[in-house]
């Protein structure tokens, strides 16, 4: 028997908006120009990721009003300061590509979605949280839907007993995936207590990313042609838009064994360079598209 919706199951108990804090000191960007790197993804559909955490991680069982009452203001705590450091990620961008310079709006009050839910029973969570394929549309329950304008939302979702799931929806054109797991790491260090001047600061400075040949004009113009022709192809992009069954979401663990196997068979014993483990990564899964 397939299991069932996870959507019947999981209740909302919370919506709240968390600003930075300290709000934006004086002297920062107000508004961050978007880069041709950014435009490129203006129009995909946003990102989102989920983090299992089994109750052997927590210091709980996770009796959800013990969560609620105990943990659930450090959460909110650790990720306003979190907020600080990369405040764009509360900005706000424009529904559709603007006539002048696309930008990342940053104002005072900006905030960032955070739901809490709460999983009627235990049993689903070793199952989503497994490496074996399972249906997209059972995980969808465990993902914020991202406000009108905001650029990234936040979900916390507890299993009783279990675990806790996170999920965040980010657009891509604000953050990139370094720059994504640059923000997770200094959540998780200010969480669990631990000082962050070790941790280099975000980047906001645009004027680093040359331009000669005038490529963001170029994706500007290219992105209104297309919206103004009606293209939709980047909707197949977007799994929410599928029905249940039709996608299924495996995990491959790319272990430090594996990785240097894989190494040795593309990478010449006198090369001085050596490929990143994303990089073999991507040529695994790219070669088996390919062989498939």
Do not use: N
Request: glycine share 6%; charged share 25%.
């Amino acid at each position: 028997m397939a299991p069932a919706p996870l959507d019947r199951h999981v209740t909302v108990v919370e919506r709240c908006e968390v600003s930075p804090s300290p709000a934006r000191a004086a002297g920062q960007p107000c508004a961050l120009r978007l880069t041709f790197f950014d435009l490129a993804f203006w129009d995909f559909p946003p990102v989102q990721r989920l983090f299992f955490y089994d109750h052997h991680s927590t210091d709980s069982l996770l009796d959800v009003p013990g969560f609620l009452r105990q943990e659930l203001p450090l959460f909110k705590q650790s990720l306003a300061a979190a907020l600080h450091r990369f405040y764009p990620l509360a900005g706000r961008l424009a529904p559709e590509l603007p006539a002048d310079a696309p930008e990342v709006v940053c104002s005072d009050g900006d905030s960032v979605r955070l739901t809490i839910a709460v999983a009627a029973g235990s049993d689903d969570f070793q199952d989503l949280a497994g490496d074996h394929p399972r249906d997209t549309a059972r995980l969808r329950p465990l993902l914020p839907t991202l406000p009108k304008h905001a650029v990234f939302a936040v979900q916390v979702t507890v299993f009783p007993r279990a675990g806790i799931c996170i999920g965040t929806t980010l657009h891509h054109a604000v953050a990139d995936g370094s720059s994504y797991v640059h923000f997770v790491k200094t959540w998780a260090a200010i969480h669990r207590g631990k000082k962050v001047v070790d941790l280099a600061p975000p980047l906001f400075d645009r004027g680093v990313v040359r331009d000669d040949g005038g490529l963001r004009e170029a994706f500007v113009r290219d992105h209104r042609a297309l919206a103004a022709a009606g293209d939709g192809r980047m909707h197949d992009w977007d799994l929410s838009r599928r029905p249940p069954g039709a996608v299924v979401l495996a995990t491959f663990r790319f272990t430090d064994e594996l990785l240097g196997r894989l190494g040795k068979r593309v990478e010449p014993e006198t090369s001085a360079r050596r490929c990143s483990p994303y990089a073999l990564a991507c040529g695994a899964a790219w070669a088996g598209i390919v062989h498939c």
